[in-house]
């Protein structure tokens, strides 16, 4: 089976500009979460949807919108880029709880540089 | 979420048994561990998860005292391919799930040497 798949896999864009990341997630998962990872640290909480209704929300300006479609599929969107927005962006899916607990599988990531 | 403290960075031989101790004083009686590894340029990969005691796969042993206030990860006999960052969690329980923010500090770099 195929793994999270993430697009574009790098991207440029100047200040100001919008960008819009996409990830599929593995079949048969509901969950799809979103991370942002700048250089040197931990992945960051975005976006959590679950059955194409956000579901949970990290620390980010409204710059930063996602959504989630009925083929569980989902965009990230990044309006009025900044420099600080440069990172590798972590897409992750999980299925509906197994037992007592879940497990995220992520994606290989988009690298964004905003120049 | 609880928060975690670990080493920010181990070095190691290769065949040497590795481990990696992560501190989480504030953990909740609902709150499994968790840990991820991540490779440069890749999204980070589970691990292995529990809750108490012992849990072991195939790739990793986890120790969990039972005050469960700190945790051990073990990597059996390291090789070249083990130099990664080694991500901690707390969290994630069934309760929380749709409300979970996962949190990721900033890791252990395990280095191994040959």
């Given at each position: 089976?195929?793994?999270v798949?993430?697009?574009?896999?790098?991207?440029?864009?100047?200040?100001?500009?919008?960008?819009?990341?996409?990830?599929?997630?593995?079949?048969?998962?509901?969950?799809?979460?979103?991370?942002?990872?700048?250089?040197?640290?931990?992945?960051?909480?975005?976006?959590?949807?679950?059955?194409?209704?956000?579901?949970?929300?990290?620390?980010?300006?409204?710059?930063f919108?996602?959504?989630?479609?009925?083929?569980?599929s989902?965009?990230?969107?990044?309006?009025?880029?900044?420099?600080?927005?440069?990172?590798?962006?972590?897409?992750?899916?999980?299925?509906?709880w197994?037992?007592?607990?879940?497990?995220?599988?992520?994606?290989?990531?988009?690298?964004?540089?905003?120049? | 979420?609880?928060?975690?403290?670990?080493?920010?960075?181990?070095?190691?031989?290769?065949?040497?048994?590795?481990?990696?101790?992560?501190?989480?004083?504030?953990?909740?009686?609902?709150?499994?561990?968790?840990?991820?590894?991540?490779?440069?340029?890749?999204?980070?990969?589970?691990?292995?998860?529990?809750?108490?005691?012992?849990?072991?796969?195939?790739?990793?042993?986890?120790?969990?005292?039972?005050?469960?206030?700190?945790?051990?990860?073990?990597?059996?006999?390291?090789?070249l391919?083990?130099?990664?960052?080694?991500?901690c969690?707390?969290?994630?329980?069934?309760?929380?799930?749709?409300?979970?923010?996962l949190?990721?500090?900033?890791?252990?770099?395990?280095?191994?040497?040959?």
């Amino acid at each position: 089976d195929a793994g999270v798949t993430q697009s574009p896999t790098h991207l440029i864009k100047t200040r100001g500009q919008q960008v819009t990341l996409r990830c599929s997630p593995i079949s048969g998962h509901k969950s799809v979460s979103w991370y942002q990872q700048v250089l040197g640290q931990g992945p960051q909480f975005i976006f959590q949807y679950y059955e194409k209704e956000e579901r949970g929300r990290g620390n980010f300006p409204d710059r930063f919108s996602a959504r989630q479609f009925p083929n569980y599929s989902s965009e990230l969107n990044v309006n009025a880029l900044l420099l600080g927005d440069s990172a590798l962006y972590l897409c992750a899916s999980s299925q509906h709880w197994t037992g007592q607990s879940y497990e995220q599988y992520f994606g290989p990531g988009t690298r964004l540089t905003v120049t | 979420l609880a928060k975690t403290t670990q080493p920010i960075s181990m070095d190691s031989y290769e065949g040497q048994e590795v481990n990696i101790t992560c501190s989480h004083n504030n953990i909740a009686t609902n709150d499994y561990i968790t840990w991820y590894q991540q490779f440069p340029s890749q999204g980070p990969r589970f691990i292995i998860q529990g809750y108490k005691t012992k849990v072991t796969n195939e790739v990793a042993s986890l120790f969990i005292p039972a005050d469960r206030k700190s945790s051990t990860l073990s990597l059996p006999r390291v090789s070249l391919s083990d130099t990664a960052v080694y991500y901690c969690l707390v969290g994630l329980h069934i309760s929380n799930f749709g409300n979970e923010k996962l949190t990721f500090g900033t890791g252990t770099r395990l280095t191994i040497i040959p």
